[in-house]
């Protein structure tokens, strides 16, 4: 399921201000709950709306926390991708 979304570049950007403002990586700000909290909540806010009227912010939050490894490394092979390129109208 999670192979189905993708990080937009806004969510991206937030995830790296997020970590640079803290002076952590990635898998130190997965590895505390509160940190970990806040990275679920940064990506939650960048799913499209009906996904998030389904999968509530606790529920997201929580399942980030109990399977922190997988998806520490989905969120790593993200960021570490080329930035998608803003479709032309």
Not at 2 to 12: D, S
Not at 26 to 31: C, G, R
């Amino acid at each position: 399921m999670l192979k189905q979304f993708e990080i937009n570049n806004y969510v991206r950007k937030q995830l790296q201000d997020y970590l640079t403002e803290k002076k952590l990586t990635l898998e130190q700000a997965m590895a505390e709950e509160a940190s970990n909290n806040e990275i679920a909540a940064i990506v939650h806010g960048g799913l499209p709306g009906m996904v998030r009227k389904i999968y509530s912010l606790g529920k997201m939050q929580a399942f980030f926390w109990e399977k922190r490894d997988l998806i520490q490394g989905f969120i790593a092979e993200r960021l570490q991708a080329p930035a998608k390129s803003a479709k032309k109208k």
